[in-house]
């Protein structure tokens, strides 16, 4: 099955492997794990509803958790891996002959960004605490080689939550095999080309629905995804000094609730694809924004975006609705999961799974970790 070239999401398909030995090979393959919906799967998505536990798996949706870097040793490990080299190369299908990219050195501006202006995609430049919130998730696949998500900080009790996409964290799989599970997760919130302004944090834990735990012969991961289960929570490790990681980036709150139609919708993102396809603008150097309004995918229309050029790497990243342009703040109803090839719809536009019942489970699990850190 072919992979769209722009497809959002910061996993590999079936085809990866063998890409990354065939060095000479031209790379046309994008890094994702949400395959395309067919139409068997739009015709049976119910209609939209976030609350819903759409889907014809018979189990009930329950919390899958996996444990990450839950020493001193590990963690330390951990950032020692990711060197500013490392991150600027995460996602390259042969990072053995791309070439490190140039840092992005778009001037700030001060200005506050219009209310409501459009913005199908350019580099953030407005600063505000979006920029400490949000920032690039690094993993390592099962394979050995590394890849990128985005994801945020939100409110919560213990002061440690993330929320990034599930297709992030794991494919479709038992989650007690080696392989379904990324490894190496490392979230360095305000990343800008090749640094880490507020540091890095590894994962202690982190949690996805258990439809991801679905047999692979039978349930592909744009089943799960169209079915509105692509969210996944995790609980950073606190920074060296013993700051949760709110009490240093700040946060941005998280709200789970029916989509309004037409609603006004920020997006943002850490596109990476570019390192693959020369036709793609974005290697992950800088956040990206869109902004616009909000609709639902004809073909998942479980799935709401906004119109948005983002590539691979974006996965993950929030779709804040209420978002106030001058402080840099909104509420987090959604993460990018997918873009027009897979959820249709009108050409560039970037979905997100709505956060229903399903992510309140996850989050309040997440939230409650505190004997953890």
């Not at 031209?26 to 068997?40: F, K, N, Q």
């Not at 440690?160 to 080696?178: E, F, K, N, Q, Y």
């Not at 027009?340 to 229903?356: D, I």
Request: with cysteine.
């Amino acid at each position: 099955m072919r992979t769209p070239p722009h497809r959002p999401c910061g996993h590999q398909d079936s085809t990866r492997r063998a890409l990354r030995h065939a060095i000479g090979a031209t790379v046309a393959v994008s890094a994702a794990v949400v395959a395309l919906v067919t139409p068997t799967t739009a015709a049976n998505a119910a209609p939209h509803n976030p609350s819903s536990t759409s889907g014809s798996a018979a189990e009930p949706d329950t919390t899958t958790t996996h444990s990450g870097a839950t020493t001193a040793q590990e963690r330390s490990r951990i950032n020692a891996y990711w060197t500013a080299e490392r991150m600027k190369l995460a996602g390259a299908l042969v990072p053995e002959i791309t070439p490190v990219p140039e840092d992005d050195n778009t001037p700030d501006d001060p200005r506050p960004l219009p209310v409501n202006t459009p913005d199908s995609g350019a580099v953030w430049t407005h600063r505000g605490a979006v920029e400490k919130s949000v920032g690039r998730l690094f993993f390592t696949f099962s394979d050995g080689y590394d890849g990128s998500c985005t994801a945020t900080v939100v409110t919560s009790a213990n002061r440690s939550t993330v929320i990034t996409a599930a297709h992030c964290l794991r494919g479709v799989g038992s989650p007690s095999a080696d392989d379904t599970w990324n490894h190496n997760f490392y979230f360095v919130p305000g990343y800008r080309n090749g640094t880490k302004p507020l540091g890095g944090f590894s994962v202690r834990t982190m949690a996805t629905s258990s439809r991801w735990d679905a047999d692979p012969d039978t349930t592909e991961s744009s089943d799960v995804a169209a079915a509105g289960y692509d969210t996944g929570l995790l609980v950073a490790n606190p920074a060296a000094g013993g700051r949760p990681i709110a009490d240093v980036t700040g946060s941005q709150r998280i709200g789970f609730g029916q989509p309004v139609e037409d609603e006004f919708v920020h997006a943002f993102g850490y596109p990476n694809y570019g390192l693959n396809d020369p036709g793609d603008k974005y290697v992950g150097s800088r956040m990206i924004h869109c902004a616009g309004t909000s609709h639902p995918g004809p073909k998942a229309p479980l799935l709401w975006g906004e119109a948005c050029d983002m590539s691979a790497g974006s996965s993950g990243g929030p779709h804040l609705a209420h978002f106030d342009t001058r402080t840099g703040t909104g509420t987090v109803v959604g993460v990018t999961t997918t873009d027009e090839e897979l959820a249709g719809g009108q050409n560039p536009t970037l979905y997100a799974t709505r956060l229903g019942d399903s992510a309140h489970r996850l989050y309040e699990w997440a939230q409650s970790r505190e004997d953890l850190l």
